[in-house]
Nanobody
Framework: QVQLVESGGGLVHAGGSLGLSCTAS????????MAWYRQAPGKQREWVAT???????NYNEFVRGRFTIARGNHRNSVALQMNDLKPEDTAVYYC????????????WGQGIQVTVSS
């Protein structure tokens, strides 16, 4: 089956760092886009960062300069290195992938909690 699995996350103090990883499995075609989103309770899901198959990256202004999205160490994986974390970064972080071909074109991960304390 097709799925995205996130790992990492947890609880850190403000100013700390966390690394997230997302691995896609069951794909026939490599994703054209992989991205990270986040959602805090009572708020809409918010885009964080994107990496295309051509290695083009984009960031939400709120995380630019602090977060880095990069290819993971495994095929069809993506990582998010989060530095200088702030309490407002607290959210459930979701991995996202889109494919140009195949029976499944968009996939969301289950989400992983990131909590930043003061």
């Amino acid at each position: 089956q097709v799925q995205l699995v996130e790992s990492g996350g947890g609880l850190v103090h403000a100013g700390g760092s966390l690394g997230l990883s997302c691995t896609a499995s069951g794909l026939t075609f490599s994703p054209t886009v992989m991205a990270w989103y986040r959602q805090a309770p009572g708020k809409q899901r918010e885009w964080v960062a994107t990496m295309t198959r051509a290695d083009i990256t984009n960031y939400n202004e709120f995380v630019r300069g602090r977060f880095t999205i990069a290819r993971g160490n495994h095929r069809n994986s993506v990582a998010l290195q989060m530095n200088d974390l702030k309490p407002e970064d607290t959210a459930v972080y979701y991995c996202y992938a889109s494919m140009a071909f195949g029976s499944v074109r968009k996939i969301w991960g289950q989400g992983i909690q990131v909590t930043v304390s003061s």
